[in-house]
């Protein structure tokens, strides 16, 4: 399963399957965005799913930061 991609709403990265989209964004894809806060390719905490947006949007840029975080709140309640 790890090369399939998965598609929810913007944001959506989780639900109570550990690693699938829900079809909701929500607290639980706060807080992954938040666990991987920080991170790029090679760490530990790196989760691809994560880095949802760059400087240019949903372009991905190999860090998760404020931006994926933003962009995750703003679709917050989205199905």
Known sequence: MDDDVLVGAPGDMSGAVLNVPDGV?????????????????????WDPKCDVTGPTSRVTDGA???????????????T
């Open 64 to 78: 998760i930061n404020m931006r994926d975080i933003a962009n995750t709140c703003t679709h917050f309640g989205e």
């Open 25 to 45: 964004t929500n607290m639980g894809d706060i807080s992954a965005i938040c666990s991987a806060f920080g991170a790029t390719p090679g760490n530990p905490r």
